[in-house]
């Protein structure tokens, strides 16, 4: 899966380069830019082509696409709206919004409506939930925590576990450390077991459900043998953080990724204020505190502020 290729690639350079601001911004700048609010229901594939749906309309792939502004160009922000158009058109979403990044040059445009019963178009104070791109923070948050010397990525999970539970092997081999969480090589399942079906997004498993859960749990595939998408994992690893900074984990949200960005409206404590600006697509969840998903996808983002942060932020060489 696309989210699958991304998370992992991210997570390699980042590991190699420690550059937090240039491959954040990059890869969640991506995904912003083409967000809409059915964007989590669909399936993507890892190819550099664009969805059947857009090739059926006869859009350009991507490799047509022009990924800087050609010196020919009079006039940058006509190229702009010219493709905006066309990828709200074809893709059909409810509501979308759209950031331009190139260099210093900011460009953003808001479509469809804010909720299925509304009239009102989206706009750049509008929030999103970004789902699993909220790993990328975590991963982050990882890594700032063993520059700052709270951990290694190649700890064991085992080291921050909690209530005295052993984390399960598969024929006691090489334990789950704490990049195999990050890298969805740790053999956990995609999602804990036993959640009840149609159930609000990111309120389940809590802490408490995930560790009871470990007190029993089997796993069949070892760590580190094989990739496999995980939102169980990166939950875990934010409760392994937790405990080994000493921090509750908005905390370390804040300290080690909003706050260094600029970005106020990102949180999984979203105010009344803030659910008010919340795109809601068919069959919301409740624009509620998110804190059990806090690794894995709990996040609410404001899109448009990536268009006002200063260009130090973006050192996109």
Not at 29 to 54: E, M, Y
Not at 133 to 160: C, F, N, R
Not at 174 to 199: D, M, V
Not at 282 to 297: D, F, H, K, L, V
């Amino acid at each position: 899966m696309a989210d699958l290729f991304c998370s992992l690639f991210f997570h390699l350079t980042r590991y190699v380069d420690h550059k937090m601001k240039k491959h954040l911004l990059k890869y969640l700048l991506i995904p912003v830019a083409l967000l809409t609010l059915n964007a989590c229901s669909q399936r993507a594939t890892v190819t550099p082509t664009l969805p059947a749906k857009f090739n059926q309309h006869n859009v350009p792939e991507l490799s047509q696409w022009p990924t800087t502004l050609s010196p020919k160009a009079n006039n940058s922000r006509e190229i702009f709206d010219k493709y905006a158009q066309q990828i709200y058109q074809k893709s059909n979403p409810q509501g979308m919004v759209i950031v331009m990044i190139n260099n210093t040059q900011s460009l953003n445009r808001a479509f469809g409506t804010t909720s299925p019963d509304s009239r009102q178009t989206p706009s750049m104070n509008s929030l999103i939930r970004i789902a699993s791109i909220t790993k990328l923070m975590t991963s982050e948050v990882m890594l700032k925590l063993q520059d700052d010397g709270k951990l290694l990525v190649t700890d064991p999970l085992q080291k921050y576990s909690y209530y005295g539970v052993d984390i399960p092997l598969v024929n006691n081999q090489s334990p789950i450390r704490l990049y195999h969480l990050a890298t969805h090589t740790s053999g956990f399942p995609r999602e804990q077991p036993g959640g009840k079906w149609g159930r609000p997004v990111f309120i389940w498993p809590t802490h408490g459900d995930r560790w009871n859960w470990l007190k029993k749990a089997s796993l069949t595939t070892p760590a580190g043998q094989s990739a496999s998408y995980s939102n169980l994992a990166y939950d875990l690893l934010a409760d392994a953080l937790v405990k080994a900074s000493g921090k509750n984990y908005p905390q370390l949200l804040k300290q080690y990724v909003t706050q260094p960005a600029g970005m106020r409206d990102t949180t999984l404590t979203p105010s009344s204020t803030q659910c008010q600006r919340l795109l809601i697509g068919y069959r919301p969840s409740p624009c509620s505190e998110t804190i059990a998903a806090a690794g894995s996808g709990g996040c609410l983002f404001y899109a448009c502020r990536y268009a006002t942060l200063d260009a130090r932020l973006f050192k996109l060489k």
